[in-house]
């Protein structure tokens, strides 16, 4: 379901882009992202807290994904005329503390959306690491 359901996200996406273009700030496109994807009928959470428990203790600082589509997808969304790889780090870190195995980065500051798109997935652990993951829900 995940891959068809990055498939809607994607598709989304490409028709903010072919609208709006590049260039906006980040949270215009993660507005329009979202309303397009309720209009699916997706279920969207935008600026989740992820909680970070560190030795059976939960952090007070979380991190924070900018969307989560059906409680299955991050979306990470970005507008910048680069990206480093720290974004994929980033994306990674939300799918292992959420325990999540796939997830998305759309950077929509490019002439065409295709390149800027990149999806991630991680295997599900049991290992119990020194930073782990608590529900999101």
């Known amino acids: ?9 994607i598709g989304s996406a490409i028709e903010v882009h072919k609208e709006l273009g590049p260039g906006l700030l980040e949270s215009i496109y993660e507005e329009c992202l979202t309303e397009l994807l ?3 009928r997706l279920t969207t959470c935008r600026q989740i807290e992820i909680p970070i428990r560190f030795r059976d203790k939960i952090l ?3 991190y924070r994904a900018d969307l989560v589509v059906n409680r ?3 979306v990470e969304i970005k507008s910048f005329s680069e990206l480093s790889p720290i974004l994929e780090a980033l994306v990674l870190t939300y799918l292992k ?9 759309i950077n929509f500051n490019v002439p065409l959306l295709k390149p800027g798109i990149k999806r991630f ?6 290992k119990t690491n020194s930073v782990s993951s608590v529900s999101l829900w």
């Open 72 to 74: 299955q997808v991050p």
């Open 38 to 40: 309720q209009d699916q």
């Open 97 to 105: 503390l959420s325990r999540l195995t796939l997830g998305l980065s």
């Open 1 to 9: 379901m995940s891959v068809k359901l990055t498939e809607k996200i």
């Open 60 to 62: 007070s600082q979380k």
């Open 121 to 126: 997935t991680t295997q599900p652990t049991t």
